[in-house]
């Protein structure tokens, strides 16, 4: 929501959002966890996920080479691309927004 009502605060900001988004989906879970941890962790890769694809709608934000560095890492990490993809689907239309975000490298 911040995204859409102050975007131009959100770009200015967008370094400092990019690397505990990027900390959030590359954490592991011990190999000794309960399925608790497992869901708590999953779910949390989800939200930064979402919070990703708001991002990339921000007008600019294609531009912000820490994004750009992040949605590659995403795009060349299988489990983070098909979750990330299925956000994408689940929130506005597919897959197309990611798709085009990173055509422009």
Known sequence: RVAQLCPGAVLTKLDKLVEPLKLTVTTKVKANAVKQEYEK???????AMRAVAALMHIPGADKHPQLNEFLTTIKNTPDLANLFESIQKDTSGGMDAFSNAMDIS
């Open 41 to 47: 962790q999953d779910e949390l890769k989800r939200s």
